[in-house]
C-alpha cells in the first residue's frame, strides 16, 4: 500500500509504504520502509527490517528491488535527493550519499 503527497516541486513531503516482495525462494518478505524519496527517475527507500544501511530502488513504486547494502551498520531514517545525489541522514553525524542509489559514501563534514 502506498499513500503519497507531494509538493508543487514534485519532492515526497508525507509518505506511507509497505511493499510486498517475492524472493528467489518464493517465499513472501514484507519491507518497511522508514522513507523514499525521487530523484534521477527512480524511487530510492530506506528499509526497516531489522537491518543496518539498507535501500531498496523502484521505477514504478511496485516492483522494488532486493535490499541493497550502502556498506554501513547503521540504520537509517531518513532518505533525501538534493543537489543530484541521494543522501542517507542518521541524526546529525553519519550521513551517507549517492550519485545512483545502489553506490554509497560516507558525507565527511567540512570544518571552518
Same mark, same amino acid.
Given at each position: &500500500? &502506498?499513500? &503519497?503527497?507531494? !509538493?508543487?516541486?514534485?519532492?515526497? *513531503?508525507?509518505?506511507?509504504?509497505? !511493499? /510486498? =516482495?517475492?524472493? $528467489?525462494?518464493?517465499?513472501?518478505?514484507?519491507? +518497511?520502509?522508514?522513507? *523514499?524519496t525521487y530523484?534521477?527517475? /527512480?524511487f530510492v527507500?530506506?528499509?526497516? $527490517?531489522?537491518?543496518?544501511? #539498507?535501500?531498496? *530502488?523502484?521505477?514504478?513504486? @511496485?516492483?522494488?528491488?532486493?535490499?541493497?547494502?550502502?556498506?554501513?551498520?547503521?540504520?537509517? !531514517?531518513? @532518505? +533525501?535527493?538534493?543537489?543530484? =545525489?541521494?543522501?542517507?541522514? /542518521?541524526?546529525? !553525524? #553519519?550521513? &551517507?550519499?549517492?550519485?545512483?542509489? @545502489?553506490?554509497?559514501?560516507f558525507l565527511?563534514? *567540512?570544518?571552518?
Amino acid at each position: &500500500m &502506498m499513500l &503519497m503527497h507531494f !509538493s508543487k516541486e514534485g519532492e515526497v *513531503i508525507h509518505k506511507t509504504l509497505i !511493499s /510486498k =516482495k517475492e524472493c $528467489n525462494t518464493n517465499k513472501n518478505h514484507y519491507h +518497511y520502509f522508514y522513507d *523514499i524519496t525521487y530523484g534521477k527517475g /527512480k524511487f530510492v527507500a530506506s528499509i526497516n $527490517n531489522n537491518s543496518t544501511g #539498507q535501500v531498496s *530502488i523502484s521505477e514504478d513504486l @511496485i516492483n522494488w528491488s532486493e535490499p541493497i547494502h550502502a556498506g554501513t551498520s547503521y540504520s537509517y !531514517s531518513r @532518505i +533525501y535527493f538534493f543537489d543530484n =545525489k541521494f543522501f542517507l541522514v /542518521k541524526g546529525t !553525524s #553519519q550521513h &551517507m550519499y549517492s550519485y545512483d542509489g @545502489i553506490n554509497w559514501d560516507f558525507l565527511h563534514a *567540512i570544518s571552518g
